[in-house]
């Protein structure tokens, strides 16, 4: 065979599976949104953009005071629970600032230990590839598994769990046990760098895609948004997270279930300092991203068209800031910076947030934080526990990051990573899979009896 004919029969099986993809695609989106609900979800349609309206003026004119916070005394003396007034507003606006979780020291001796890390590891790399990294591929120093340990830590995660309601006491999930997603860590130098547009993380298209996943959302495809509880933890565990893995090679798809996602500052930094922004709220602009690819320019049910603005198979972005394709949600007005923070604050934010950082970072001096999410116990999440241990053993690179293999090494041979003596509690060591969990703790529902006895018996035969 010619090179010409060669090039012809690739075009032609590209064309084809094109096609197909385009037929898949239509054919879900006439599955949604069912006939009997056609008049409901028009109607709530043109609810929801003139309440997102509505709430672009309140952020506006709030600016990055619109983002609650509480201190973490506050959380110690209300028995670590969050206190109603912030839980409210978190619910509600889908992020909040812990104030003083760690010590300031011990921020300070973490963000040192890690530049030395990096300073004695010369083939250690990050993103963005040319020029000055800001994120770093680093999974297991001894920072990380540290913080991620560390007793106010996970102190806080059983208190922000709580924020999510359950109502299935049967369900296999544990809010109170995490599993360790060995994410990376962001030492940003001023000036302009590759950054992240507005956003949602935890899948694309699968919001869409997935049965179980869609199933969280079914208010709203019902025309009921109003009604969306975006709290609920019932649901959605069982969502997959990422139908095309290995599909995509960017880092930017995660295989396992976040509940929140959060970071805790090692620096101080401000908006415009190459932080975080946000979006502060969950019901009008999830509803609005979701429901936006069944209209057209006008308002009207469009069935004919198999694009899902933003959503591209195998990515976790969502291109939300492109004013051609999410005109409602102003992007310049509705979205801001974080108030200052300091050594020791946590950032946290809703699964379902949308969130951006800067283009630019302004300071003076590095912007720094570690990533640690909010992931609980639940079947989804086993097979992330079981390559968080042999990781965390070896040194090896998580199974989501695997794509930095073509820029750099793992930790595998450097001695001063991350041991088993650095994690700090019992619970810390359960979340990577180095003890049993406890199935006999007081107060527990059998579901996570249920689920701790399936994750004992996955990595330990017991």
Request: hydrophobic share 35%; glycine share 6%.
């Amino acid at each position: 065979m010619n090179t010409t004919e060669t090039v012809s029969s690739t075009q032609k099986l590209t064309l084809r599976a094109s096609s197909l993809s385009e037929r898949k695609f239509l054919d879900l989106k006439n599955r949604i949104i069912k006939p009997e609900n056609y008049e409901a979800v028009k109607k709530s349609w043109k609810r929801l953009l003139e309440g997102l309206a509505e709430k672009t003026q309140e952020i506006e004119r709030a600016g990055s005071s619109y983002i609650p916070e509480v201190s973490w005394s506050d959380i110690e003396s209300n028995g670590y629970t969050i206190p109603k007034e912030p839980a409210s507003l978190f619910n509600e606006r889908g992020c909040l600032i812990i104030r003083d979780l760690i010590e300031d020291d011990m921020c300070t001796q973490w963000r040192e230990e890690t530049k030395q890390y990096i300073k004695h590891h010369p083939g250690i790399t990050g993103s963005p590839h040319s020029g000055v990294a800001s994120n770093w591929y680093i999974h297991w120093s001894k920072a990380q598994v540290e913080a991620r340990s560390h007793p106010r830590m996970i102190q806080l995660m059983k208190a922000v769990g709580a924020l999510y309601r359950n109502n299935n006491p049967d369900a296999l999930l544990d809010m109170d046990s995490q599993v360790v997603y060995a994410d990376r860590l962001r030492i940003r130098y001023p000036g302009r760098d590759v950054t992240l547009p507005l956003h949602l993380d935890s899948s694309s298209i699968e919001r869409w895609e997935d049965d179980n996943y869609r199933d969280v959302y079914r208010e709203i495809f019902e025309g009921r948004w109003e009604d969306w509880d975006p709290n609920l933890i019932d649901r959605r565990p069982q969502g997959t997270q990422d139908l095309y893995q290995g599909m995509s090679s960017n880092g930017s798809t995660s295989s396992v279930f976040r509940a929140f996602q959060g970071w805790l500052a090692l620096s101080d930094a401000k908006a415009g300092e190459g932080t975080i922004r946000f979006l502060p709220d969950l019901k009008y602009a999830l509803a609005y991203i979701l429901l936006r690819p069944f209209f057209d320019q006008n308002g009207e049910l469009d069935f004919s068209s198999s694009n899902f603005p933003g959503a591209t198979p195998g990515s976790g972005q969502f291109l939300a800031h492109d004013q051609d394709l999410f005109p409602h949600l102003n992007h310049e007005k509705s979205v801001v910076g974080i108030p200052y923070v300091r050594p020791g604050d946590f950032v946290l934010w809703h699964a379902d947030l949308l969130h951006e950082v800067d283009k630019e970072h302004k300071g003076s001096k590095e912007s720094s934080v570690l990533y640690v999410a909010h992931t609980p116990l639940c079947p989804y999440n086993i097979e992330t526990l079981q390559d968080s241990k042999a990781c965390f053993n070896t040194g090896k690179k998580p199974r989501d990051f695997t794509f930095e293999y073509k820029y750099g090494p793992d930790e595998s041979m450097f001695e001063d990573r991350g041991m088993k003596g650095n994690v700090l509690t019992q619970e810390g060591l359960q979340s990577l899979g180095l003890v049993p969990f406890n199935t006999e703790e007081d107060g527990l529902t059998p579901g996570q009896v249920a689920v701790r006895k399936l994750a004992n018996k996955t990595i330990f035969g017991i």
